[in-house]
């Protein structure tokens, strides 16, 4: 075989041509057309197949080497049963759902093709994206998950019964809950095909809220669907997604809290680091005695952290996740792989979650359960007191980790000094 590149796509390619043709089979003229522009590597695969074709003199004529690409896949395919007919009528001879294996190359390698069902399952996996119902595996995020998708055409029905062509995207805030199940969306693609779109579309600031895969199947089907508009503030679009989705889904407690904190996350920062700087305000006018006091102080005057305020917003929308679950999933949603098997369900207990977020981001031993930003300070600033106990010296108040970092930093050289000076050290 003369092959030259990706021969797991020329493969597929051809076949799936050959397959969808129908009462008109192809011809390898018109293979010779179509396939090529499939092909992100045709060019490069063309000159190479050339060459070992017909020699280095002709490496140049890259057309010739795609014609000798898909000559030979047709080849394969006919010699293991798949396609029967000459060269002017390319017919299928298999059913046209399935999945089989086809040998090409010495030694042999095995490629797999997919029938017309199967590459539309495919096809809606990468784009929609997958939950798992078992726990296996299932692809990577889909496109439309990423927020990489194009518009979507469909025919929107306008206020006296007439329709308009459209080009519609999903909004953000519609990709915080996790996608569907291959059996919801079946269910979902059987209804729109048989009934059309019955629930309307909703939308926000242009783009759709509330029914991306509704969106997505009508584009598909040729269904024409209507838009109902959001009026209401950014918080009042989450709970609208939050409520009408998780409502009607069958999500597990780490999806659910991967959810909120898509929705609140950001807002809940914003909200918890205000009260932090509040809280250090006030501390600072208390100036009680010692340190440690102080710390305790502040603590107590900064109010909810960001895990709680996340969890409190999730109950004010009737989803129960508790603090303590938001909080160890803000360490999974830094590790992409490990949350997006989380949105899928392929991961089902929060500690598996954090395990498997750690490996992804390489980080070597976790700290301790304790090792909260308050406890931290606090023990920080013990470190400080018995420097300056030594060194005889003053230290500013400092009002954050970072800054007793430094302080402590400061202080190293000069402990050393004094400790020499005692000849404590050497």
Request: glycine share 8%; proline share 5%.
């Amino acid at each position: 075989m003369k092959t030259s590149g990706d021969r797991a796509s020329w493969l597929n390619e051809v076949a799936d041509a050959i397959m969808d043709g129908g009462a008109m089979p192809p011809s390898i003229e018109q293979l010779c057309l179509i396939i090529p522009d499939r092909i992100v590597t045709s060019r490069n695969d063309g000159y190479n197949t050339a060459a070992a074709a017909f020699g280095e003199a002709r490496r140049k004529d890259f057309r010739a080497g795609q014609r000798v690409i898909i000559q030979e896949m047709v080849a394969a395919l006919r010699e293991q049963g798949f396609v029967d007919g000459d060269d002017r009528a390319l017919r299928w001879c298999k059913p046209l759902d399935g999945e089989w294996q086809v040998k090409l190359g010495a030694p042999a390698r095995s490629f797999t093709i997919r029938g017309q069902h199967e590459r539309r399952l495919m096809h809606e996996r990468n784009l929609l994206g997958e939950r798992s119902e078992d726990g296996d595996r299932i692809g990577s995020p889909g496109i439309l998950e990423s927020g990489r998708a194009r518009p979507f055409q469909v025919e929107v029905y306008k206020p006296r019964g007439s329709t308009k062509l459209m080009e519609l995207q999903v909004h953000p805030l519609a990709l915080a809950i996790p996608p569907m199940t291959a059996r919801e969306r079946d269910a979902l693609r059987e209804s729109i095909g048989k009934d059309g779109v019955k629930v309307p579309l909703v939308m926000y600031q242009g783009k759709v809220l509330d029914g991306r895969n509704r969106l997505y199947f009508a584009s598909t089907l040729n269904k024409p669907v209507h838009l109902e508009e959001f009026h209401g503030t950014e918080e009042e679009a989450k709970r609208h997604v939050a409520l009408l989705n998780l409502s009607r889904r069958h999500l597990t407690a780490q999806q659910c809290a991967v959810a909120m904190v898509n929705l609140f996350g950001d807002e809940a920062d914003k909200e918890s680091l205000k009260a932090l700087e509040e809280g250090y305000v006030l501390g600072a006018v208390k100036r009680l005695s010692s340190a440690p006091k102080l710390a305790a102080s502040k603590r107590a005057d900064r109010g909810p952290e960001w895990h709680e305020i996340v969890a409190h917003k999730a109950r004010e929308i009737g989803v129960h996740v508790t603090p303590s679950t938001i909080k160890r999933m803000k360490e999974v949603m830094a590790a992409p792989e490990t949350k997006a098997a989380v949105e899928r369900g392929e991961i089902t207990t929060t500690s598996e979650a954090v395990r498997r977020a750690r490996a992804e981001k390489g980080k070597p031993k976790p700290l301790p359960r304790d090792a909260n930003a308050g406890n931290l300070f606090n023990r920080l600033s013990t470190i400080v007191q018995n420097f300056v106990a030594i060194t005889g010296e003053e230290m500013p108040y400092a009002q954050s980790v970072s800054e007793r970092l430094d302080q402590i930093e400061q202080l190293v050289p000069r402990v050393r000094r004094a400790l020499r000076e005692q000849r404590m050290i050497v």
